[in-house]
């Protein structure tokens, strides 16, 4: 038994070093385009629907893939005020890195059990950031042959797939599952994703529309009313990022960046 963990030990080195140094942080190029913000619709009662206008998104350059156990496990070396037992408790909650020194962890699965301030950390030394929630979810629109694949239902119905799907805390290769037409990794299929922005409140206009946004976000009977009531794993999505926090450290929440 000995030897076998010893063996493991060695060739999970040799997995990281590889794959350090052989896949460097990567990024493709996300073009601009225009989202269609679906969530920010406003009803009231005997009024047509109010659509909100498109949003503009710039284009920018984003990481192919989750950041991964290895890569963040090099990130740790330069920064050891992020290690699990260095880490400011005002930063991280009791599971932050909770499954780091497990032998048989899987080198090239992202990163999870990681807070959005570790997250906006490890963007950061490489002169990056974590993308906001319009260009998450511009990116996450495109499938393998479309850019924008919204309206497209057996795109959403295999996301909603992956949802009720029951999963394990052994994670795949980030390089697993689909890559998108923009060469992306993974936006659906693996783990959930940190954005910049994820405790903002989606609200673009006057106070009087919040009300109508927060049951349209958060209501069954809203998001059923919704101006995309195909798209429910969107709403899904902002359901989840609701209930996080900046310290919140989940099994199945990573992260990319972007610039």
């Known amino acids: 038994m000995d030897l076998l963990k010893w063996l493991l030990i060695v060739l999970n080195t ?3 070093y590889h794959f350090i140094h052989a ?12 989202l269609q913000p ?14 909100a206008p498109d949003i503009k998104i710039v284009s920018f350059q984003a990481m ?16 050891p005020e992020w290690r699990k037992d ?19 962890i899987n080198q090239e699965a992202p990163i999870t059990w990681v807070s959005w ?44 797939t992956w949802y009720g799907q029951p999963q394990t805390e052994h994670l795949a290769s980030v390089y697993s599952g689909y890559k998108n037409i923009y060469g992306i990794w993974n936006l659906h299929g693996l783990v959930w994703e940190w954005v910049e922005d994820f405790n903002s409140s989606f609200v673009t206009g006057e106070s009087r529309a919040d009300t109508s946004l ?6 069954g009977a809203g998001a059923l009313n919704s101006a995309d009531h195909e798209n429910y794993a969107a709403f899904m999505r902002f ?21």
């Open 117 to 160: 301030f570790a997250a906006r950390e490890y963007c950061k030394s490489f002169n990056m950031r974590l993308p906001t929630t319009n260009e998450w979810e511009y990116m996450a629109q495109a499938s393998e042959v479309k850019r924008n694949a919204s309206k497209d239902q057996k795109f959403l119905d295999r996301i909603l």
């Open 214 to 219: 927060n049951k349209n976000l958060f209501c």
């Open 239 to 259: 359901a989840f990022r609701s209930s996080l926090k900046g310290k919140t450290a989940i099994w199945n929440l990573g992260f990319r960046c972007v610039k």
């Open 64 to 79: 192919r893939t989750q950041v991964s156990v290895a890569q963040f496990k090099k990130f740790l070396e330069t920064h």
């Open 86 to 104: 260095q880490a400011a408790r005002l930063f991280v909650d009791n599971s932050y890195l909770r499954n780091i020194d497990d032998t048989e």
């Open 23 to 34: 896949e460097e942080i990567k990024l493709v190029k996300v073009p601009s385009g225009v």
């Open 14 to 16: 040799l997995i990281s």
């Open 38 to 51: 679906f969530w920010l619709t406003t009803f009231v009662q005997g009024s047509p629907k109010k659509k």
